[in-house]
């Protein structure tokens, strides 16, 4: 009885690199839950900035900082993960918030599910100008199981479920995800040959045999920047994504399984397909359809092929030719009409 009354404890994990002028306010925001975590651990990177010296500024014993040589954000969690002691494991990226009531609302929602491997919340995006107040409502797939109903006190998803909407889209973010120690053991840490769209690969391993817990509140904060790891770093991101998507095909039997997993394939090789023809790569973007297609024989991937050759943009072309077209008509009447 003792045992069930100590109050559950958290690990904070925030791997951080260059993030010195941001890495502060994250930490900050740990440090205010209302649920007091048991440490935060601030994984350094290899940082070449004032890092170092910003966190240790911070005068606050729950703050453990880490240094390691650079070896990417996927070695960086790993080494977190290593040196929590909290029952649950919570992540937490050096340039993104938490509201103040995340850990206690996560907190509550595992007391409801005792049975899910951990918790996961909705979050806002910024990304400049642009304020997202509910990212899961933007989502193509998850806010389909959503179906406009409201679960702020929390929505079990079975592994089942998670893995099939997590064949599709990725719509769990790090910042917004916390889970049991007991079950980050079962699933491993994350894949160190990652070192970008890393959640996607231990999410989908996570998934095949633990379910989440989704509560319906904007709990975190994602701040999206030019430097961003996934604008940097985003072609390899999308390359590892599909490769993923395609070994994960290959590997279940179920057709359920293997039409989500399509899915997936066809919006990864959409996106890189467009990251490519915006750069003015048009021959790298119709080789990606293609090669899409060939795993997934969708005949969507191979109008896409081609219309990566259209003008970028179409409305504006169209118009441009018309106008064009109008004036020659209009210079063919005048001529008709001075030859009369």
Not at 16 to 31: M, N, Q, Y
Request: with cysteine.
């Amino acid at each position: 009885m003792a045992d069930r009354a100590r109050p559950v404890t958290v690990s904070v994990v925030i791997p951080t690199h260059d993030r010195g002028r941001v890495v502060v306010e994250a930490i900050e925001s740990a440090l205010a839950q209302t649920h007091p975590p048991l440490e935060v651990i601030v994984v350094d990177d290899g940082s070449t900035d004032d890092t170092a010296e910003r966190v240790g500024r911070l005068r606050d014993a729950r703050v453990r900082y880490l240094r390691r040589p650079h070896a990417g954000v996927s070695a960086a969690r790993n080494a977190g993960i290593a040196a929590a002691t909290g029952d649950l494991v919570a992540f937490l990226d050096s340039d993104d918030l938490w509201k103040p009531d995340k850990v206690e609302a996560e907190i509550a929602a595992l007391a409801r599910y005792p049975s899910a491997g951990g918790v996961f919340s909705d979050l806002e995006k910024v990304d400049g100008a642009t304020f997202v107040p509910s990212f899961m409502r933007r989502t193509r797939v998850f806010s389909r199981l959503l179906a406009e109903r409201a679960y702020r006190e929390g929505l079990l998803l079975s592994a089942r479920a998670l893995y099939l909407c997590l064949l599709q889209e990725v719509p769990i973010k790090t910042p917004a995800l916390t889970v049991r120690r007991s079950a980050l053991e079962r699933a491993g840490g994350f894949n160190e040959a990652w070192t970008s769209s890393e959640d996607w690969e231990f999410l989908l391993r996570f998934a095949r045999r633990e379910s989440l817990v989704y509560v319906d509140r904007p709990l975190a904060v994602i701040r999206i920047s030019a430097d961003s790891l996934h604008r940097r770093d985003q072609e390899r991101g999308e390359l590892m994504m599909l490769r993923l998507l395609a070994s994960e095909r290959r590997r279940v039997a179920d057709p359920e399984a293997r039409r989500a997993a399509t899915v997936g394939i066809v919006e990864r090789a959409k996106h890189l397909s467009w990251y490519y023809r915006d750069r003015g790569r048009r021959l790298a973007a119709a080789r990606t359809c293609l090669h899409a297609f060939r795993l997934v024989w969708q005949t969507e991937l191979l109008l896409r092929a081609l219309m990566v050759w259209a003008p970028q943009n179409p409305r504006r072309y169209l118009r441009r030719m018309l106008s064009a077209r109008t004036a020659e008509l209009l210079c063919y009447g005048v001529l008709s009409a001075s030859l009369v």
